[in-house]
C-alpha cells in the first residue's frame, strides 16, 4: 500500500517497488546493540512507513545545540529566502561546491524543495563552509518526510549535532580533506591490492581518494545510499570509512587485469559506484563492509585528528577557488627525478615506499640524513643524524644487493628514556618490507589480526608526534598518539617491540626473532620472522651490509 504522506515529494513511477510497504510495520526495540543487528539486517529497509519512522526517532534522539532552528523556522524564513523565484532555478548554497542534487527518484516538486531547503540551512548555518554531501542527505530524508518544514528539521539536526564523541557530516573543507586523508590511510592498511593498483594508475592517487564522499552520497543508487543511511544513523561516521573500502575492494576485484588509464580512474570507479547493481546487492555490499575489522572509533578519531592539525600546518584550511588541491599535487610525486639520490633505491622503489607512509606525511618530501657512505659506518653517527627527525625511514642494501627496510614512526631520541639499557618504543604505524628481490610489506601484526587485542579507554588529551623533522619539548604540540600501544589491551609486549636502539645494535621488530637486527658498526645484521610484524624474513638471515641510509621528511615549504 502506499504512504501518501511521505510520497508527496516522489516520481512514484521511478519508484518501482521501493515506494510500497512490504516489511514489518513497528520498531519496538530500545537496546542499542540490537538496533545496530535491525539496521545493518535492513529490518525496515522494506517498510517505506516504517523507514520514515526509524529516522524520526533516531534525528530525534541525536544530542544538539541549544538553540537548532526546526520546523516552525523553516516557515518563517523560506518565502523571504526563495521570493518569487522558481525552486527548480534556485541556486545551490556554494558550501555544496558544484555538487549535483541527486535525483533519488524526486519529483521536480521534491528536486525543488532540495534546493530551497538547502538556501534555508545555509541561512540558518552560516559556520557551514563546506558540505558537498548535504544535498543528497536532503534528498534522501525528503523521502521520509511529510513536508519541506519536517524534512529541514531532520537535516538541521544532524548538523547541529554537539555531541563530541559522535561525528555525523563534514561541514567544513578542513574535516573534508582530513577524512580524505584518513580514508587513505586506511585504504592503505585495509585494501592493500586496491591500493597498489591505485598508485600504479594514478599521478595523483589522493585526488582518487578525495572522491570517496562522492561514491556515497550522490552515485550511489537510492537502495543503497538508503541502505548505508540506515546503519550511519544509528553507528555514526565510521560506517562511511567501511562502505567506501568495501566499494573500493569490488571494484578492484571486477577491474584488476583490466587496462585502466591515469586520467579516467576517478570516473571509472564513479561509473562503477553508479551501476553498482551489477556487480553486488546492498547486503553484499554491507556484508562486505563490516567484515572489514576496521581500529576502533577512536583510534580513527585521532587520527583524523592528526591528519587535521597537518592541512593546518601546512595552511590547507578553506578551499581556493584558484587552488583547491594543488598544493597537495605533488603529494605521491615527492620523490622527483632530478633532485633525489640513493644508492640504495631508485625513484621509482622510493615512490612505491613513499605510498606506504601516513597520509600526512606523504604531504613531505625526503631527506637524506644518513648514509653510511658518506657519514661512515658507525651506529653512534646514525643516530645523531636522526636524533630530533621523526618519522624516518631506514634503507638497508646487503652486499647481495637485497634490500630491505623500516618505516619508523617515533624519534630515535626516546632510546636515552631507557637509562642506557636496551628498551622498545615506537607505535604501531611502523613497518617493515623488502624491495629486493621482490616487494612486500608487513604492518603491525594487530592491524590484520584485531582480535589479539580489545581497545582500552583514552584520556582526552593524549601527547602526539610531531609532524616534521622539528622537535618540541611541548607535549601539546606532538602529532599523533594513533596506534600507540597504551591504547590496547595486548597479550604480551612482544606484540608491541617496534623499535629500540643501544650503543651496540639497533632492533625493529621483536617476540620470537627480530625483523632487523644491526650491529654497532653497520657491518653485520640478521632477519627472522618475528611476533610484532609476523613477517617472513626480509632478506638473507644473516647479511653483511654494503650501505644504510636514514630519510626524513621534509616540508617542501621549509627548504
Known amino acids: 500500500m502506499d504512504s501518501p504522506g511521505y510520497n508527496c515529494f516522489v516520481d512514484r513511477d521511478k519508484m518501482d517497488a521501493a515506494i510500497q510497504d512490504l516489511g514489518p510495520k513497528e520498531l519496538s526495540c ?14 525496515w529497509a522494506q517498510s517505506h512507513a516504517l523507514r520514515g519512522k526509524v529516522y524520526q526517532r533516531l534525528i530525534r534522539g541525536i544530542p544538539c545545540r541549544t538553540v537548532t532552528p526546526d520546523a516552525s523556522v523553516y516557515s518563517d524564513i523560506v518565502g523571504k529566502i526563495v521570493g518569487k523565484h522558481s525552486s527548480s532555478c534556485l541556486p545551490l548554497p556554494e558550501f555544496v561546491d558544484n555538487t549535483q542534487v541527486p535525483s533519488y527518484c524526486l519529483n521536480a516538486r521534491g528536486e525543488g524543495a532540495v534546493r530551497k531547503i538547502l538556501l534555508c540551512i545555509a541561512n540558518q548555518f552560516p559556520d557551514i ?74 599521478e595523483d592517487i589522493l585526488q582518487v581518494y578525495a572522491d570517496w564522499q562522492r561514491w556515497l552520497f550522490g552515485e550511489l543508487p537510492l537502495c543503497y545510499f538508503a541502505r548505508v543511511f540506515d546503519v550511519f544513523l544509528v553507528e555514526g561516521y565510521k560506517v562511511l ?11 578492484h576485484k571486477v577491474r584488476a587485469g583490466q587496462p585502466l588509464a591515469s586520467d579516467s580512474v576517478k570516473q571509472d570507479i564513479r561509473m562503477f559506484v553508479k551501476d553498482i547493481a551489477k556487480t553486488v546487492s546492498p547486503e553484499k555490499l554491507l556484508e562486505k563492509a563490516f567484515a ?87 651506529l653512534a653517527r646514525f643516530y645523531f643524524q636522526c636524533e630530533g627527525h621523526e618519522p624516518t625511514l631506514l634503507l638497508i642494501k646487503t652486499t647481495q644487493k637485497e634490500v630491505c627496510g623500516a618505516y619508523l614512526s617515533t624519534d630515535w631520541s626516546e632510546r636515552n ?21 621482490e616487494v612486500q610489506r608487513y604492518e603491525w601484526v594487530v592491524i590484520k589480526h584485531p582480535e589479539l587485542t580489545k581497545p582500552t579507554p583514552l584520556m582526552a588529551a593524549e601527547p602526539t608526534a610531531p609532524l616534521s623533522h622539528s622537535t618540541s619539548s611541548d607535549p601539546a604540540d606532538r602529532l599523533s598518539p594513533f596506534l600507540a600501544t597504551r591504547h590496547f589491551n595486548l597479550p604480551s609486549k612482544t606484540e608491541s617491540m617496534f623499535m629500540a636502539g643501544g650503543s651496540d645494535c639497533l632492533i625493529v621488530g621483536g617476540g620470537g626473532g627480530q625483523a632487523l637486527y644491526i650491529d654497532g658498526d653497520l657491518n653485520r645484521g640478521r632477519t627472522s620472522h618475528c611476533d610484532t610484524f609476523n613477517n617472513q624474513p626480509l632478506c638473507s638471515e644473516n647479511f653483511l651490509i654494503a650501505a644504510v641510509e636514514a630519510w626524513g621528511f621534509q616540508d617542501p615549504d621549509t627548504q
Open 292 to 378: 572489514i575489522r576496521l581500529f576502533s572509533r577512536k583510534e580513527i578519531q585521532l587520527l583524523q585528528m592528526a591528519n587535521e592539525k597537518a592541512l593546518k600546518q601546512k595552511g590547507i584550511t578553506v578551499k581556493q577557488k584558484s587552488v583547491s588541491l594543488s598544493k597537495r599535487q605533488f603529494v605521491h610525486l615527492a620523490v622527483h627525478a632530478e633532485n633525489f639520490h640513493s644508492e640504495i633505491v631508485s625513484v621509482r622503489e622510493m615512490r612505491d615506499i613513499w605510498s606506504w607512509v601516513p597520509e600526512r606525511f606523504a604531504l613531505c618530501q625526503p631527506l637524506l640524513l644518513f648514509s653510511s657512505l658518506q657519514h661512515g659506518y658507525s
Open 30 to 43: 530500545t537496546d542499542l546493540q540490537e538496533l545496530k543487528q535491525l539496521a545493518r539486517q535492513g529490518y
Open 241 to 251: 570509512y567501511r562502505v567506501a573500502l568495501a566499494i573500493l575492494k569490488f571494484f
Open 129 to 202: 563552509s563546506f558540505c558537498p554531501a548535504l544535498p543528497a542527505v536532503v534528498a534522501l530524508l525528503l523521502h521520509y518526510s511529510i513536508d519541506e518544514a519536517e524534512c529541514f528539521e531532520k537535516a538541521c539536526r544532524i548538523l547541529a549535532c554537539n555531541d563530541p564523541g559522535r561525528r555525523l557530516i563534514d561541514q567544513s573543507f578542513l574535516a573534508f580533506e582530513s577524512s580524505c586523508m584518513t580514508f587513505g590511510d586506511l585504504v592503505n592498511k585495509y585494501c592493500q591490492a586496491a591500493h597498489k593498483l591505485m598508485v600504479a594508475v594514478s
Open 417 to 437: 628514556k631507557f637509562g642506557g639499557k636496551l628498551g622498545f618504543f615506537g607505535t604501531g604505524e611502523c613497518f617493515v618490507f623488502r624491495l629486493q628481490p
